[in-house]
């Protein structure tokens, strides 16, 4: 099956405290992103890559760090996180201007 | 670049109604304009999608018209049924953009029993 897989689903932590959410896809897609969604504020792009070892900042990439050392997975890494990234986080894929598969989504909250 | 406006922010009409939602886009020349849906708690998922070389393409009771002078596009769907409820997003792409979709804000659509 076709799919955007992201774990965990649910965390829970502390200020400062490293965290990695993973996103894998099993679709063999070029394109993949990090989204951050808060109310009222719809989607926001924060990196994609276009390929292994190729990647960029979107609108608010900020306090955030990626990598993309294989084709399936684009882990989404928060060094320091901090009470502002809390947020629901959903990683998507695609190929050129196609759709984009999105994962089920992370709902981070940082105390 | 490249903005997308949204509106309206919500939208409420009665079942069997239509709904219409309206973007506006200000690149020229993006030429890729998908509609993403999302119901509650769950991922956004593709509905439809037009590109630069055809104004309107339907699927059952969705529709979207492309007007490339105005650079708007709209999204219609028509006999509302309470499934619909949900936030509905669009955004615009570009060949050159490397993937990269612009997005609208979102609306909520409430279709009211």
């Known amino acids: 099956e076709a799919q955007v897989t992201q774990n965990p689903r649910y965390l829970i932590t502390v200020t400062g405290k490293k965290l990695t959410v993973t996103c894998s896809q099993n679709?063999?897609?070029?394109?993949m992103s990090w989204y951050r969604q808060d109310p009222g504020l719809g989607l926001r792009q924060i990196y994609y890559s276009m390929n292994v070892e190729v990647t960029d900042k979107g609108d608010v990439p900020e306090g955030y760090k990626v990598s993309r050392k294989e084709k399936r997975n684009f882990p989404l890494i928060l060094e320091s996180p901090s009470p502002n990234q809390t947020s629901l986080y959903f990683c998507?894929?695609?190929?050129?201007?196609?759709?984009?598969?999105f994962g089920p989504g992370t709902r981070l909250t940082v105390t | 670049g490249e903005n997308v406006e949204q509106h309206p922010s919500t939208l409420s009409v009665q079942e069997g109604d239509s709904a219409v939602i309206k973007c506006t886009y200000s690149d020229s020349a993006s030429n890729y304009f998908p509609w993403y849906k999302q119901e509650l708690g769950k991922r956004p998922q593709l509905i439809i999608d037009i590109r630069s070389n055809v104004g309107e393409k339907k699927d059952q009771r969705i529709a979207v018209t492309l007007n490339k002078t105005a650079k708007h596009f709209s999204l219609h769907i028509t006999e509302t049924q309470p499934e619909d409820s949900a936030v509905y997003f669009c955004?615009?792409?570009?060949?050159?953009?490397?993937?990269?979709?612009?997005w609208g804000a979102g609306t909520k659509l409430i279709i009211k029993p």
């Open positions: 679709m063999n897609h070029e394109y």
């Open positions: 998507a894929s695609s190929s050129h201007l196609y759709e984009q598969y």
């Open positions: 955004a615009a792409s570009r060949w050159d953009s490397n993937y990269q979709l612009i």
